[in-house]
């Protein structure tokens, strides 16, 4: 699922595999098998940072443009409009560019949350398009090749939505810097390890049932989770590591789906460290496995597992790392807003 490797070669599958999951009601979830990007690097002694993973680049649509408009919008190119790709895998959610409906806003917003923790949670080296961290946006123009204006140029006046998306893609990072299950160098397999009893990965269904060759060709299916095994070894060395064990659910079904939280090894509670549904992380609390997540239509989580050792200090420390950084950075929003309205005489 990767878009680019190191020789610069375009494997151009995890572009339409996510746009399509988070936009498209047709989707096909054969795109997620296991580990495609071991079908295209695990060669030649690569790792998984050989991959370079993109939701968007220089050519086509921002961030903000992939679910605000559903066609193209060249026409200032001056050439009818006919420049630029036609198929952008976008989703305007409603209405065409900009609208005034808070609904359809809402959902954009959650949408752009759910490509950048994609983009961020996903194993390989991830590669963010500037902008798309506070929304920029090319009002539709997919080619803006000929266009030195405001088409083309950033604007630094962040709005409040902005600024709530760049301390949003801040916490992913800080989340994929603290997580070294985030960022492995050893592909995925999917198989079970029976020198350590364990498998890197699982993937489940919203019942919690791991999932079997055939609900891979089920058109249908719109959830599912992704186990990652904390435990499961890095290296070339047999040897089980003390990494977080994580559960990531995507939800790509327009309503709430009941997702029955899985068991694990050495504990039985989740902490919900993303989701996109509650990006300031107000709602997060801890579950019991078993327990039923209802996760909001169109979303993504992020759970760790509560484990005793190495694990569960890492979790804890990550935890009062971003509640601080939170606080530091309301602190400092307050500062400037104070200084920006304070008189001087």
Same mark, same amino acid.
């Given at each position: %699922?990767?878009?680019?490797?190191?020789?610069?070669?375009?494997?151009?599958?995890?572009?339409?595999?996510?746009?399509?999951?988070? $936009?498209?009601?047709?989707?096909?979830?054969? *795109?997620?098998?296991? #580990?495609?990007?071991?079908? @295209?690097?695990?060669?030649?002694?690569?790792?998984?940072?050989?991959?370079v993973n993109h939701i968007t680049v220089h050519d086509g649509f921002t961030l903000a443009d992939l679910f605000s408009y559903n066609e193209k919008h060249n026409e200032a190119n001056g050439e009818n409009n006919r420049d630029g790709i036609s198929n952008n895998l976008s989703?305007?959610?409603?209405?065409?560019?900009?609208?005034?409906?808070?609904?359809?806003?809402?959902?954009?917003?959650?949408?752009?949350?759910? %490509?950048?923790?994609?983009?961020?949670? #996903?194993?390989?080296?991830? %590669?963010?398009?500037?902008?798309?961290?506070?929304?920029?946006? +090319?009002? !539709?123009?997919?080619?803006? *090749?000929?266009?030195?204006?405001?088409?083309?140029?950033?604007?630094?006046?962040?709005?409040?939505?902005?600024?709530?998306?760049?301390?949003?893609?801040?916490?992913?990072?800080?989340?994929?810097?603290?997580?070294?299950?985030?960022?492995?160098?050893?592909?995925?397999? $999917?198989e079970y390890n029976p020198v350590l009893e364990v498998k890197d990965v699982t993937w489940i269904n919203a019942s919690s049932r791991e999932m079997q060759k055939g609900d891979w060709g089920d058109g249908k299916m719109r959830c599912f989770g992704m186990l990652i095994d904390?435990?499961?070894?890095?290296?070339?060395?047999?040897? +089980? $590591?003390?990494?977080?064990?994580?559960?990531?659910?995507?939800?790509? *079904?327009?309503?709430?789906?009941?997702?029955?939280?899985?068991?694990?090894?050495?504990?039985?509670?989740?902490?919900?460290?993303?989701?996109?549904?509650?990006?300031? !992380?107000?709602?997060?609390?801890?579950?019991?496995? !078993?327990?039923?997540?209802?996760?909001?239509?169109?979303?993504?989580?992020?759970?760790?597992?509560?484990? #005793?050792?190495?694990? @569960?200090?890492?979790?804890?420390?990550? $935890?009062?790392?971003? @509640?601080?950084?939170?606080?530091?950075?309301?602190?400092?929003?307050?500062?400037?807003? %104070?200084?920006?309205?304070?008189?001087?005489?």
């Open positions: %699922m990767t878009g680019y490797d190191t020789a610069g070669r375009i494997q151009d599958t995890y572009v339409p595999a996510h746009r399509e999951f988070h $936009a498209s009601p047709s989707f096909w979830i054969r *795109y997620f098998t296991p #580990s495609p990007a071991a079908d @295209l690097f695990h060669h030649d002694g690569r790792t998984l940072r050989a991959g989703w305007n959610c409603g209405a065409e560019g900009p609208t005034q409906d808070d609904e359809i806003n809402n959902l954009r917003e959650r949408q752009k949350r759910n %490509m950048l923790a994609t983009l961020f949670f #996903s194993q390989g080296t991830p %590669m963010l398009l500037g902008g798309d961290e506070f929304g920029r946006t +090319q009002k !539709g123009n997919n080619n803006p *090749y000929c266009q030195d204006n405001e088409i083309s140029w950033v604007d630094w006046e962040i709005k409040e939505e902005g600024q709530s998306l760049i301390d949003f893609t801040r916490k992913l990072i800080r989340l994929r810097q603290s997580l070294p299950i985030l960022r492995r160098g050893r592909f995925l397999t $999917a904390g435990g499961a070894q890095t290296s070339g060395i047999k040897r +089980q $590591a003390s990494d977080v064990t994580l559960l990531i659910v995507l939800n790509a *079904y327009y309503d709430k789906v009941r997702f029955t939280l899985p068991e694990f090894v050495g504990g039985d509670q989740w902490l919900t460290l993303i989701d996109t549904n509650d990006p300031e !992380g107000s709602g997060a609390s801890t579950l019991k496995t !078993g327990n039923v997540y209802e996760v909001t239509g169109r979303s993504l989580l992020l759970l760790a597992a509560l484990t #005793s050792g190495e694990p @569960l200090k890492v979790i804890w420390r990550l $935890a009062l790392d971003l @509640l601080r950084a939170d606080t530091e950075v309301k602190q400092v929003q307050s500062q400037f807003v %104070m200084r920006s309205f304070t008189p001087h005489y």
